[in-house]
């Protein structure tokens, strides 16, 4: 599962965000010289973290009246990741930087790692409240014996719920999930009931639990977790007024709203931080991935087209353009179902070449994609084992949507924006 630990840090983070926005409304610019680039950084950052030299009194001695700034004879490039720390709580660390550099610039501004316990005291300054304490049971399984346990019973409800879906479709079985009569019946719809009303307990208590309740539903895995649920109530509204029989279209839609259960097994996600790093990637990687679906496009248009009009005379199996695309993209993909296939020496020679020219056209983005997910997974089990050196650690290339359009860190005329970092 998922660290608790870390888990118990992004949650801090994300309640003081919430009171960040609160108060940065409020709070006056500070402005800070370092090396001749300058930084504005909301008071109100600095002191969430009191141990730490500029949120600390300690900042005066560097005072400079003639400037009208504090100002730092450090270095201007490590001293952009701490400013950005105030402002986002996580520590991003490039890895070209020297370490002992690094660690010098962090021991100055006291950030280092062997003053982490009294320096992040605003973290452990938010209580452990019942609210922070339910939501790391119901999300991080690491958290307890309890929270593990819970997660169990999850995955196994998720288990039970799919392998329900699938039996429904049984002839054999159909009889036990539709027929009132039957022996069975009511078993099964009580289990039904009680696996939707286990996921909607959860959702609720992940609900309330959340750091901000409005944006509970701006992650996508919760919202899958909503829909999931939502076909159950909507049929048994259905079945209650006796209106499923007596319409075609309300047929297929409770037919649709049954499909939708399937979804469930998404929330393996939130158990499995690879998933995580494969979906992240995905976002990322969505340049190859639109490349190689315009490539395929063409080879289908284009070889679908010519085995058609080479084909369709002698070959009923390909009567339409549409069924070229067909055996286009099962020979471009290698599978070859053999449902298809051309008959006439030219549709052959033609396939060969399809078949040649997809291996060495399709290989080429895939060798990037495939270079760009093994640079990604390794920083970040890089970035997991330096986790110990900052509340939260984040990798350079890892989101930090959480803050975009905040305005509390800038940078001078000749400094670098935040999205740089």
């Known amino acids: 599962g998922i660290n608790a630990e870390y888990g118990k840090q992004w949650y801090q983070r994300r309640v003081r965000e919430k009171r960040r926005r609160r108060t940065n409304g409020k709070s006056k610019l500070v402005r800070v010289n370092v090396s001749g680039r300058e930084f504005f950084i909301h008071e109100s950052d600095l002191k969430l973290y009191p141990e730490t030299l500029l949120g600390s009194s300690e900042i005066e001695g560097y005072y400079q009246p003639a400037l009208n700034c504090y100002f730092f004879d450090r270095n201007r490039i490590v001293f952009e990741y701490i400013a950005s720390f105030y402002q986002t709580g996580a520590l991003c660390l490039p890895n070209e930087l020297d370490s002992r550099l690094i660690n010098d610039e962090l021991a100055f501004f006291k950030l280092n790692e062997e003053e982490e316990d009294s320096e992040m005291s605003s973290v452990d300054s938010i209580p452990g409240t019942v609210k ?58 009580w289990l039904q009931t009680s696996i939707t009303l286990f996921f909607s307990i959860d959702l609720i208590l992940r609900a309330i639990s959340w750091p901000n309740v409005w944006t509970f539903f701006n992650e ?72 190689i679906i315009c490539l395929t496009s063409m080879l289908l248009v284009i070889f679908g087209s010519i085995l058609y ?113």
Request: with cysteine.
């Open 309 to 421: 009009n080479v084909e369709h005379q002698s070959n009923k199996q390909f009567y339409s353009i549409a069924q070229g695309f067909w055996w286009s993209l099962t020979t471009i993909t290698t599978v070859g179902y053999g449902d298809i296939c051309p008959k006439t020496w030219l549709g052959q020679l033609s396939g060969s070449i399809l078949v040649v020219f997809s291996l060495v056209v399709l290989t080429l983005p895939m060798t990037i994609i495939i270079t760009k997910f093994n640079y990604a997974y390794e920083v970040k089990k890089r970035t997991f084992k330096r986790s110990k050196l900052s509340p939260v650690i984040q990798s350079e290339t890892e989101d930090n949507s959480d803050t975009e359009g905040d305005c509390s860190f800038v940078t001078g005329p000749d400094g670098l924006s935040p999205d740089a970092i």
């Open 220 to 291: 996508p895995i919760n919202l899958l977790d909503f829909v999931s649920i939502i076909p159950f109530y909507v049929q048994y509204i259905l079945d209650a007024l006796n209106v499923t029989g007596q319409s075609g279209v309300l047929i297929s839609l409770g037919k649709l709203f049954r499909m939708i259960r399937v979804v469930r097994v998404v929330k393996f996600f939130r158990y499995f931080k690879e998933m995580f790093m494969i979906m992240q990637f995905i976002a990322q990687a969505w340049q190859e991935i639109v490349l």
């Open 132 to 189: 922070e304490r339910m939501h790391l049971f119901l999300n991080f399984p690491s958290y307890s014996w309890a929270s593990g346990i819970w997660a169990a019973v999850d995955m196994c409800m998720i288990l039970v719920g799919i392998l329900l879906y699938c039996l429904e479709t049984e002839l054999s079985l159909v009889a036990h999930f539709t027929d009132p009569t039957d022996m069975y019946y009511d078993y099964l719809w």
